[in-house]
């Protein structure tokens, strides 16, 4: 509804953490029922995968500072509620990317996460989405979010890009 009231503006759509897998999970949505895509996403930090299953992700546990292998697993089984944990609205790296907005993510080596962000933007672009990833290396969950000068420098890039 927002995006049909919106007209010809610009609309782009912003999460992070679990907001950006369901901005994704959502615009996968949009698209299998024939509506318009926003005219960009941005996914700061974003959660692809609710089994956090890679056995690369134990070792970079590990080192995270902020987030954990069975925290994130809970939060997944919670947040599927009748759903199977690996549905595209709870996994949106199970999803389609074909005909997707173009997407700027954001992550960093010390999230766990951060795998699922570099699977998005390949599987992405093996399907034509433009996608810009900004990978930091040695920086934790939802970085772009700190008061850290490379927070500040994500920041002031959404921020153009949203403008």
């Known amino acids: 509804m927002l995006l049909e009231d919106a007209g010809s503006a610009k609309v782009t759509v912003v999460g992070n953490s679990a907001g950006a897998g369901l901005a994704l999970a959502a615009c996968q949505w949009l698209r299998d029922r024939g509506h318009r895509q926003p005219n960009q996403m941005v996914l700061i930090s974003p959660a692809g995968d609710a089994s956090v299953s890679r056995p690369e992700q134990i070792e970079i546990a590990k080192r995270d500072p902020i987030q954990d292998i069975p925290g994130i697993v809970e939060a997944g089984r919670l947040y599927a509620g ?46 034509g989405v433009p996608v810009e990833l900004h990978l930091l290396r040695d920086q934790p969950h939802n970085y772009a979010l700190m008061p850290t000068p490379e927070g500040r420098r994500a920041r002031a890039l959404i921020m153009r890009m949203v403008a």
């Open 82 to 127: 009748a759903l199977d944990i690996g549905h595209p609205f709870v996994s949106p790296l199970n999803g389609a990317f074909r005909c997707l907005a173009p997407m700027t993510i954001f992550a960093g080596t010390r999230d766990l996460l951060y795998p699922d962000s570099v699977d998005l933007a390949e599987r992405a672009r093996a399907v």
